[in-house]
């Protein structure tokens, strides 16, 4: 039985109102098995003949979306955007509270889910061109020599792939390809960087593997097309362990939506892109329940970063947006689930980091994160599990935007740094911001300035920012502790030929 709910009009329709015909056909699912077309009879055959997974290590599939705030899934109080599968997800799982990104924007946050580091630690922070994030026929990328989340599981016999926007480089040299995945399919970077909205760049390409295949991406089915990729390769590989990095191109603006999911929301584009994500979930979720893979797949499901100011989205009941280092911009909706290794239904609110998915899945797989340099991130399989007493591991949480560091949590504590703002490329200058002190656990929303009544706080507050200078640095000062990004000296456009037509 089909758990998934599509939803039709405004309201959500139960799977008694779906035949399994019609639930199948969009789904991309045959009826004889989880399948797509044009690979029914191999698939499918080995699909009834499953009767388990033989290997020993557990699968993972992380579903990261672009810009999707902390208010806007169900399960984390929208009222807006109904999103029943992310919310059983949660039912099913276990939701944390206080989880962050290490940025307020897509390429530095997304640096530090692949390296378990610090965006300033793996030179990722921005642009070589001061820019915040990577653009189109960018000198730089992500390291080669930095040992992705990918690498560390293919090392340990996992099947990887990535499926969606990638954003750390847009030169073969960086590709996914080149940093840990067996497959990649998906658009280099922000689906708002195409030729449509910046002439001087070439059409969104998407690419399969190192290939462009398509230019511009047609976005409308963009998340339908990479959920099939998805339940293709799961299907694929469901008697080896496998890894999957789904990072949705929805929410980001412009956002799109396929056919059956346009105009349905309360919310325009924005909910219509983000309930295709829920669906996108559910058979995901019930991809691995028909595999009999489920209770040995650890999926876990969030965001790159908070919501734009415009466009829809919503961080509430936190401050701030998307780009800033107040709670809306770096606090993410996470949800993880294992059935019978996480518990169902529960909530954890201390504080835990994409940094830290390296580390805890490095671990699941029977090996460690790399020892041969700083690695951020830690092991926090103790939260996931609901271990009694288990605490962050984390003594503190540095917030940077750009170069500079802003904000620095330890514990319930948070204080914005007293800075200067200069003026740069895509910002406006502003006026220098003041030392502020929250009790977030007190005060989620950063409205209440307690500086003058904790002194104590203060001063170990500013001596933690004062380590992570030395370590990480700071506007116009190195760290001790950087690794260099990795360059390219001539970088090309990625372009369409009809030499390279799909023919995957
Ligand atoms: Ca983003």
Not at 181 to 209: E, H, T, V
Not at 355 to 366: E, I, K, N, Q
Not at 374 to 386: A, C, E, R, V
Request: aromatic share 8%.
């Amino acid at each position: 039985m089909f758990g998934c709910h599509l939803l039709t009009g405004r309201n959500v329709i139960m799977n008694k109102n779906i035949n399994r015909r019609n639930f199948l056909k969009l789904a991309g699912v045959t009826a004889a098995g989880v399948v797509l077309p044009g690979c029914a009879d191999e698939l499918s055959s080995g699909f009834a003949q499953s009767t388990g997974n033989p290997a020993n290590k557990p699968n993972f599939i992380i579903i990261f979306c672009d810009d999707l705030g902390y208010g806007d899934l169900g399960c984390f109080g929208s009222k807006k955007h109904r999103t029943p599968n992310i919310d059983r997800m949660a039912a099913e799982g276990m939701r944390f509270t206080s989880f962050y990104v290490t940025s307020g924007v897509c390429t530095p946050s997304r640096s530090s889910l692949m390296t378990g580091c610090y965006p300033r630690r793996v030179n990722m922070h921005e642009s070589g061109r001061n820019e915040w994030v990577l653009f189109p026929v960018a000198r730089k990328g992500l390291n080669p020599n930095e040992i992705t989340i990918a690498e560390v599981l293919k090392a340990q016999g996992y099947a990887t792939a990535c499926v969606g926007k990638w954003h750390l480089g847009d030169q073969p040299e960086f590709l996914p390809t080149r940093q840990g995945f067996d497959y990649y399919y998906g658009i280099p970077y922000s689906n708002d960087m195409g030729a449509r909205q910046r002439k001087q760049n070439p059409p969104l390409p998407l690419l399969r593997n190192e290939k462009v295949i398509e230019a511009p991406a047609d976005q409308n089915t963009l998340t339908k097309r990479y959920t099939q990729e998805v339940l293709k390769f799961i299907t694929t590989n469901k008697d080896k362990p496998f890894f999957v990095y789904l990072p949705h191109t929805m929410v980001h603006n412009p956002v799109h939506s396929s056919d059956e999911f346009r105009g349905k929301s309360a919310n325009g584009g924005y909910g219509d892109a983000t309930e295709e994500i829920d669906f996108s979930t559910c058979q995901i979720l019930e991809t691995l329940k028909k595999l009999s893979i489920d209770d040995r797949t650890l999926v876990v499901f969030t965001s790159d970063n908070g919501a734009a100011k415009r466009w829809g989205g919503s961080n509430l009941p936190l401050s701030g947006f998307k780009g800033s280092t107040m709670e809306g911009g770096m606090r993410e909706p996470a949800v993880c689930r294992w059935p019978g290794k996480i518990p169902a239904g529960k909530t954890c609110d201390e504080l835990a980091s994409t940094l830290d998915l390296m580390p805890t899945l490095a671990r699941l797989a029977g090996t460690k994160a790399p020892t041969d340099r700083i690695i951020d991130g830690k092991n926090i399989w103790s939260l996931m599990t609901g271990k009694r007493g288990a605490k962050s591991p984390h003594e503190a949480f540095y917030y940077y935007f750009r170069d500079q560091l802003q904000a620095v949590r330890c514990g319930k504590w948070k204080l914005h740094l007293p800075y200067k703002i200069t003026k740069r490329k895509q910002e406006k200058a502003a006026s220098n911001a003041p030392l502020k002190l929250y009790d977030l656990e007190a005060d989620i929303g950063e409205t209440n300035n307690i500086a003058d009544r904790h002194p104590d706080v203060v001063k170990r507050l500013l001596a933690l920012g004062e380590k992570a200078r030395d370590d990480l640095g700071d506007v116009g000062r190195e760290g001790k502790n950087q690794r260099p990004a990795g360059w390219v000296v001539t970088p090309k456009p990625l372009l369409f030929s009809e030499k390279s037509q799909d023919s995957y």
